[in-house]
Protein backbone atom coordinates (compact mmCIF):
# COMPACT_ATOMS: atom_id res chain seq x y z
CA UNK A 1 0.00 0.00 0.00
CA UNK A 2 2.83 2.27 1.00
CA UNK A 3 4.49 1.60 -2.30
CA UNK A 4 1.43 2.33 -4.38
CA UNK A 5 1.02 5.73 -2.62
CA UNK A 6 4.99 6.70 -3.10
CA UNK A 7 4.61 5.79 -6.58
CA UNK A 8 1.39 7.97 -7.10
CA UNK A 9 3.26 11.38 -5.29
CA UNK A 10 6.18 10.26 -7.66
CA UNK A 11 8.64 9.62 -4.90
CA UNK A 12 9.93 6.77 -6.22
CA UNK A 13 11.70 7.38 -10.10
CA UNK A 14 12.20 4.55 -12.41
CA UNK A 15 15.64 4.87 -13.72
CA UNK A 16 15.61 4.69 -17.33
CA UNK A 17 18.35 2.72 -18.93
CA UNK A 18 21.54 5.00 -20.16
CA UNK A 19 22.76 4.05 -23.08
CA UNK A 20 26.57 3.71 -22.85
CA UNK A 21 29.20 5.32 -25.21
CA UNK A 22 32.70 5.03 -26.68
CA UNK A 23 34.43 4.27 -23.21
CA UNK A 24 31.72 4.23 -20.98
CA UNK A 25 31.42 0.43 -21.76
CA UNK A 26 32.47 -1.86 -19.41
CA UNK A 27 32.33 -5.54 -21.18
CA UNK A 28 35.76 -7.00 -22.14
CA UNK A 29 34.17 -8.48 -25.00
CA UNK A 30 31.48 -7.36 -27.49
CA UNK A 31 29.60 -8.42 -30.79
CA UNK A 32 30.41 -5.72 -33.01
CA UNK A 33 27.79 -4.05 -35.82
CA UNK A 34 30.04 -2.07 -38.22
CA UNK A 35 28.32 1.61 -39.50
CA UNK A 36 27.21 -0.63 -42.92
CA UNK A 37 24.97 -2.82 -40.56
CA UNK A 38 27.31 -5.57 -41.26
CA UNK A 39 28.04 -8.07 -38.45
CA UNK A 40 31.73 -7.92 -37.34
CA UNK A 41 31.59 -10.88 -34.65
CA UNK A 42 33.00 -10.44 -31.27
CA UNK A 43 35.53 -8.36 -30.74
CA UNK A 44 37.59 -6.83 -27.81
CA UNK A 45 36.74 -3.35 -26.89
CA UNK A 46 39.50 -1.26 -27.49
CA UNK A 47 39.37 -2.96 -31.20
CA UNK A 48 35.91 -2.35 -31.47
CA UNK A 49 36.70 1.34 -30.62
CA UNK A 50 39.96 1.68 -33.03
CA UNK A 51 37.23 0.54 -35.56
CA UNK A 52 34.43 3.43 -34.49
CA UNK A 53 37.26 5.79 -34.29
CA UNK A 54 39.06 5.35 -38.06
CA UNK A 55 35.33 5.38 -39.22
CA UNK A 56 34.29 8.64 -37.45
CA UNK A 57 31.44 7.79 -35.28
CA UNK A 58 30.78 6.12 -31.77
CA UNK A 59 30.64 3.01 -30.48
CA UNK A 60 27.07 2.84 -28.75
CA UNK A 61 25.93 -0.24 -26.70
CA UNK A 62 22.46 -1.13 -28.06
CA UNK A 63 21.83 -4.10 -26.23
CA UNK A 64 23.46 -4.38 -22.71
CA UNK A 65 21.91 -7.33 -21.55
CA UNK A 66 22.98 -9.65 -24.62
CA UNK A 67 25.96 -12.18 -23.68
CA UNK A 68 27.95 -10.58 -25.13
CA UNK A 69 27.11 -7.24 -25.44
CA UNK A 70 25.89 -5.69 -28.67
CA UNK A 71 27.36 -2.79 -29.85
CA UNK A 72 26.75 -0.68 -33.32
CA UNK A 73 29.16 2.03 -35.00
CA UNK A 74 27.26 5.02 -35.25
CA UNK A 75 26.61 8.73 -34.91
CA UNK A 76 25.59 8.83 -31.53
CA UNK A 77 23.86 12.66 -31.85
CA UNK A 78 22.28 11.71 -34.71
CA UNK A 79 20.93 8.61 -32.88
CA UNK A 80 19.38 10.65 -29.79
CA UNK A 81 17.85 12.94 -32.47
CA UNK A 82 15.85 10.15 -34.21
CA UNK A 83 14.82 8.19 -30.82
CA UNK A 84 13.50 11.94 -29.88
CA UNK A 85 11.77 12.78 -33.22
CA UNK A 86 10.16 9.48 -33.05
CA UNK A 87 8.96 9.72 -29.30
CA UNK A 88 7.37 13.23 -30.56
CA UNK A 89 5.71 11.62 -33.09
CA UNK A 90 4.07 9.12 -31.49
CA UNK A 91 3.02 11.32 -28.78
CA UNK A 92 1.47 13.49 -31.62
CA UNK A 93 -0.26 10.55 -32.84
CA UNK A 94 -1.61 9.36 -29.63
CA UNK A 95 -5.74 10.09 -29.81
CA UNK A 96 -7.56 9.67 -26.82
CA UNK A 97 -11.08 9.23 -26.69
CA UNK A 98 -13.43 11.06 -24.65
CA UNK A 99 -16.82 9.73 -23.13
CA UNK A 100 -19.71 12.84 -23.37
CA UNK A 101 -22.57 11.79 -21.08
CA UNK A 102 -26.12 12.66 -21.90
CA UNK A 103 -28.57 12.13 -18.40
CA UNK A 104 -32.05 12.02 -18.90
CA UNK A 105 -35.03 11.25 -16.85
CA UNK A 106 -37.87 8.20 -17.89
CA UNK A 107 -40.46 11.16 -18.65
CA UNK A 108 -38.56 13.74 -20.79
CA UNK A 109 -40.19 16.51 -22.55
CA UNK A 110 -40.15 15.88 -26.35
CA UNK A 111 -38.41 19.11 -26.86
CA UNK A 112 -35.82 18.33 -24.48
CA UNK A 113 -35.28 14.67 -25.82
CA UNK A 114 -34.60 16.88 -29.27
CA UNK A 115 -32.12 18.76 -27.84
CA UNK A 116 -30.38 15.63 -25.99
CA UNK A 117 -30.02 14.09 -29.05
CA UNK A 118 -28.87 17.03 -31.18
CA UNK A 119 -26.15 17.09 -28.68
CA UNK A 120 -25.78 13.56 -28.65
CA UNK A 121 -25.28 13.74 -32.75
CA UNK A 122 -22.41 16.71 -32.57
CA UNK A 123 -20.80 14.94 -29.84
CA UNK A 124 -20.52 11.71 -31.85
CA UNK A 125 -19.40 13.42 -35.31
CA UNK A 126 -16.80 14.58 -33.08
CA UNK A 127 -15.34 11.46 -32.72
CA UNK A 128 -16.43 10.96 -28.81
CA UNK A 129 -18.18 7.65 -27.33
CA UNK A 130 -21.31 8.72 -26.00
CA UNK A 131 -23.19 7.56 -23.10
CA UNK A 132 -26.38 8.18 -22.34
CA UNK A 133 -27.66 7.24 -18.39
CA UNK A 134 -31.92 6.70 -17.26
CA UNK A 135 -31.81 8.21 -13.91
CA UNK A 136 -34.92 6.94 -11.80
CA UNK A 137 -35.92 8.60 -9.02
CA UNK A 138 -38.90 7.35 -6.74
CA UNK A 139 -41.93 6.16 -7.80
CA UNK A 140 -40.40 5.48 -11.35
CA UNK A 141 -38.27 2.77 -9.94
CA UNK A 142 -41.27 0.40 -10.35
CA UNK A 143 -41.85 1.51 -13.99
CA UNK A 144 -38.26 1.06 -15.64
CA UNK A 145 -39.95 -0.04 -18.65
CA UNK A 146 -40.61 3.73 -19.62
CA UNK A 147 -37.01 4.02 -19.53
CA UNK A 148 -35.62 0.97 -21.33
CA UNK A 149 -38.17 1.98 -23.83
CA UNK A 150 -36.64 5.24 -24.40
CA UNK A 151 -33.03 4.53 -24.63
CA UNK A 152 -34.15 2.37 -27.48
CA UNK A 153 -35.84 5.03 -28.94
CA UNK A 154 -32.41 7.26 -28.40
CA UNK A 155 -30.49 4.52 -29.90
CA UNK A 156 -33.25 4.46 -33.10
CA UNK A 157 -32.73 7.77 -33.56
CA UNK A 158 -28.71 7.68 -33.61
CA UNK A 159 -28.40 4.95 -35.23
CA UNK A 160 -26.95 6.13 -38.58
CA UNK A 161 -24.54 7.83 -36.96
CA UNK A 162 -23.84 5.19 -33.90
CA UNK A 163 -23.61 2.05 -32.96
CA UNK A 164 -24.29 0.21 -29.79
CA UNK A 165 -20.77 -0.18 -27.62
CA UNK A 166 -21.90 -1.68 -24.53
CA UNK A 167 -25.28 -1.62 -22.22
CA UNK A 168 -24.62 -2.10 -18.84
CA UNK A 169 -27.44 -3.14 -16.22
CA UNK A 170 -28.94 -1.44 -13.53
CA UNK A 171 -26.66 0.25 -11.50
CA UNK A 172 -28.46 1.10 -8.32
CA UNK A 173 -31.22 3.90 -9.44
CA UNK A 174 -29.42 4.22 -12.91
CA UNK A 175 -28.78 2.54 -16.01
CA UNK A 176 -26.38 3.31 -19.00
CA UNK A 177 -25.23 2.54 -22.67
CA UNK A 178 -22.42 3.54 -24.19
CA UNK A 179 -22.63 4.37 -27.91
CA UNK A 180 -19.44 4.94 -30.38
CA UNK A 181 -19.37 7.16 -33.66
CA UNK A 182 -19.61 4.64 -36.56
Do not use: T, W
Not at 63 to 85: L, Q, T
Not at 99 to 110: A, C, F, S, T, W
Not at 136 to 161: F, H, I, T
Amino acid sequence: MELEKKLMKGVLRIKKQRIRVNKKIYADEIRLIDNNKNQVGVVKVPEALRLAEEAGLDLVEISPNAKPPVCKIMDYGKYKYEEKKKAQQARKNHHVIKVKELRMRPNIGDHDLENKLKMGRKFLNEGCKLKLSIMYRGREMSRQDLGDALLEKVVLNLSEVAEMEKDSPMMGRKKSIILAPK
